[in-house]
């Protein structure tokens, strides 16, 4: 089964940022679709956003709205999940997922990384 890999995740205060970054060794995401999942502790893991092969987007979290961005760098075979303005909600493991179709629903992916953790403390 095809896998990707998260990075970047960290601990940051209340208003700094981060960039995720998922890759993918044993295949290209320029064919893929990519989405961004997240599970903060005690809560059920939601989608965030998605990327499709050709640039388009949707947001799935209103909180998000306007603080993150996703984008792709096919050159570095490569997608970013920019966190802006952290909240100490925004604290969970987030997860990278492909498939062809971009989807709300985690079942609809066939490819998933191992999550990194992102922290959001005073």
């Known amino acids: 089964q095809l896998k990707v890999v998260e990075s970047g995740g960290g601990l940051v205060q209340p208003g700094g940022s981060l960039r995720l970054s998922c890759t993918a060794p044993g295949f290209s995401l320029g064919r893929m679709a990519t989405g961004w999942f997240r599970q903060a502790p005690g809560k059920e893991r939601e989608a965030v956003m998605c990327?499709?092969?050709?640039?388009?987007?949707?947001d799935y979290v209103d909180s998000a709205k306007g603080r993150f961005t996703i984008s792709r760098d096919d050159a570095k075979n490569t997608v970013y999940l920019l966190l802006d303005n952290l909240k100490p909600e925004d604290k969970a493991i987030y997860y990278c997922?492909?498939?062809?179709?971009?989807?709300?629903?985690?079942?609809?992916?066939?490819?998933w990384g191992q999550g990194t953790q992102v922290t959001v403390s005073s």
């Open positions: 997922a492909t498939d062809y179709y971009c989807s709300e629903r985690e079942v609809d992916f066939g490819s």
């Open positions: 990327i499709t092969t050709d640039g388009r987007v949707t």
